[in-house]
T-cell receptor, first 111, second 111 residues
Framework: DVKVTQSSRYLVKRTGEKVFLECVQDMDHENMFWYRQDPGLGLRLIYFSYDVKMKEKGDIPEGYSVSREKKERFSLILESASTNQTSMYLC??????????FGSGTQLSVL | GENVEQHPSTLSVQEGDSAVIKCTYSDSASNYFPWYKQELGKGPQLIIDIRSNVGEKKDQRIAVTLNKTAKHFSLHITETQPEDSAVYFCAASPGAQKLVFGQGTRLTINP
């Protein structure tokens, strides 16, 4: 199975700060995804990447960007954090089909 | 795009009874339907999945059924146990190896 590791379990940031959420997978697979999880809304896709230096917008990309400099690492960037970006962020990796493996999540609070 | 609706949002059953969670999807092109279980403090984990060429799939106490004509699929858990308490998500794949998730169901098993 793909092992996906998110570097921070909890983060507290100030409005306007630039925030980096880091994700690393331990398998040599191309596909990585960032979702945010909110109560009553389920998981919504922010960005995904099929290869190094490649990125595609998901359903809710506004206010976010991503970086994929190496195959195993996929970073989510909040250019200027806002309170409505307080959420649980989940990174996921792909095992060559649709079977997603998720990290444990980063609970981000923007004050 | 694809839209997935999941019901109920919360479900409480007595230990040993059965639990059923239902999802509907909108895109007839979707052909892959996984179910994820999320325990407290963890990321979602795949528990069972079904493809559109199959009507039913079973794995011990868990089963999933798919009705392509009606565009709905369901998760069935029999002989529920306390460790089944979690949040469950359904999802549908409209292609491009992406998943669209339902809103989630919080299942509580009462002893």
């Amino acid at each position: 199975d793909v092992k996906v590791t998110q570097s921070s379990r909890y983060l507290v940031k100030r409005t306007g700060e630039k925030v980096f959420l880091e994700c690393v997978q331990d398998m040599d697979h191309e596909n990585m995804f960032w979702y945010r999880q909110d109560p009553g809304l389920g998981l919504r896709l922010i960005y995904f990447s099929y290869d190094v230096k490649m990125k595609e917008k998901g359903d809710i990309p506004e206010g976010y960007s991503v970086s994929r400099e190496k195959k195993e690492r996929f970073s989510l960037i909040l250019e200027s954090a806002s309170t409505n970006q307080t959420s649980m962020y989940l990174c996921a990796g792909h095992q060559g089909n649709e079977k997603l493996f998720f990290g444990s999540g980063t609970q981000l609070s923007v004050l | 795009g694809e839209n997935v609706e999941q019901h109920p949002s919360t479900l409480s059953v007595q230990e040993g009874d059965s639990a059923v969670i239902k999802c509907t999807y909108s895109d007839s092109a979707s052909n892959y339907f996984p179910w994820y279980k999320q325990e407290l403090g963890k990321g979602p984990q795949l528990i069972i999945d079904i493809r559109s060429n199959v009507g039913e799939k079973k794995d011990q106490r868990i089963a999933v059924t798919l009705n392509k004509t009606a565009k709905h699929f369901s998760l069935h858990i029999t002989e529920t146990q306390p460790e089944d308490s979690a949040v469950y998500f359904c999802a549908a794949s409209p292609g491009a190896q992406k998943l669209v998730f339902g809103q989630g169901t919080r299942l509580t098993i009462n002893p």
